[in-house]
């Protein structure tokens, strides 16, 4: 599958949650459970399908408890699914693995530190680094925590993680019903904000980053 039929399939993902949102629990799931299984996610991110349900939920077209649960459930079986496959795999494998998958050691190791810095607690924060959430859980693997520890730990992340999109969905909402509403106080917000970008790009202390 190449990167255009995957980008392929996110739109028409994102399609048919618009033309069914009475489907969007399993749709939900399944996105949830690819981004986090089996270092899926670094092929098949799920954001761009998480926000369109998010938004929904938002209006109401989709519950909200509904949003988060099957969403919840998705991560947190996708999570389970990698932490045994890191500890089948082992380190070394996974190296190899990961250097076939594109994925540079340099990435690997900021993980991996991650990991031995926050211990259990990166399984709630891990989620909310791109980077670091696709292989996470594998990386988690290798070091064979408790898998009660794990669990919890995974259970706590999985639902912060989908209630984060859950208000981002919010805020987009209440951010797109402002715009429509004050198109000219938008307009100069833009055009403010445009020039403050400008500026900063071409006097900024951080110029050489970019």
């Keep these: ?22 489907l969007s629990c399993s749709i939900v799931f399944l996105w949830a459970f690819l981004e986090t299984a089996l270092m899926l996610g670094l092929f098949l991110p799920a954001e761009k399908v998480l926000i369109v349900a998010s938004l929904l939920a938002s209006k109401g077209t989709v519950s909200p408890l509904s949003f988060i ?3 919840s459930i998705g991560t947190f079986l996708g999570y389970s699914v990698s932490y045994f ?5 082992g380190e070394e494998f996974l190296l190899r693995l990961l250097k076939r998958l594109k994925v540079s050691k340099k990435d690997f190791e900021k993980t991996k530190k991650f990991v031995e810095q926050k211990g259990e607690l990166s399984l709630v924060f891990g989620r909310f680094i791109p980077v670091v959430r696709p292989i996470l859980p594998v ?13 919890v730990y995974n259970g706590l992340g999985a639902v912060l993680w989908m209630t984060s999109y859950l208000l981002l969905g919010n805020l987009l909402e209440k951010l797109f019903s402002f715009i429509i509403s004050h198109k000219a106080v938008s307009l100069v917000l833009s055009v403010i904000l445009l020039a403050l970008f400008v500026v900063w790009r071409k ?5 050489e980053l970019f």
């Design 1 to 22: 599958m190449d990167i255009a039929s995957l980008t392929r399939f996110v739109e028409e993902s994102v399609n048919f949650l618009k033309q069914h949102p009475e």
């Design 69 to 71: 649960a099957c969403g």
């Design 85 to 89: 496959f890191g500890i089948l795999l």
């Design 139 to 151: 990386v988690i693997g290798i070091f064979k925590p408790q898998f009660g520890k794990f669990t």
């Design 203 to 207: 006097y900024g202390k951080n110029k």
